[in-house]
């Protein structure tokens, strides 16, 4: 599914995505650049799902004083809802990103994303 992009737009953007459709056909890992993503990425999810929250339940506590039994609520719901999309968030790109390199390196799509045997 493409997203609806004026063709004006995609004229313009045309280059940089044959640039990064290019990048990811060709990107081999190494060890340290595994490791350098992987920090990246965990300095990431670390923040967006741990520090962000907290920092969420105690501004709304301290600042905004929401103290009554519905505004704890709503607080709790907030703090709930960004941690459900940035979860889900990471684990639809890693999907996505493995997906989309397949199908630039002309691979088959695998039958079973489980693993395994059989």
Do not use: C, H, N
Not at 70 to 99: E, H, S
Request: aromatic share 18%; glycine share 6%.
């Amino acid at each position: 599914m493409r997203l609806p992009i004026p063709k004006a737009i995609e004229r313009r953007l045309r280059p940089w995505i044959k640039r990064g459709e290019e990048f990811a056909r060709t990107w081999e890992w190494t060890w340290t650049s595994a490791f350098i993503a992987g920090v990246g990425i965990s300095f990431f999810a670390i923040t967006t799902l741990a520090v962000v929250p907290s920092w969420w339940l105690y501004f709304a506590d301290q600042t905004l004083k929401w103290r009554s039994r519905l505004m704890i609520t709503f607080r709790d719901i907030v703090a709930l809802g960004w941690l459900t999309v940035w979860a889900g968030f990471f684990v639809v790109t890693a999907f996505k990103v493995q997906v989309i390199r397949r199908r630039l390196r002309g691979e088959k799509q695998a039958e079973r994303y489980s693993g395994g045997y059989r």
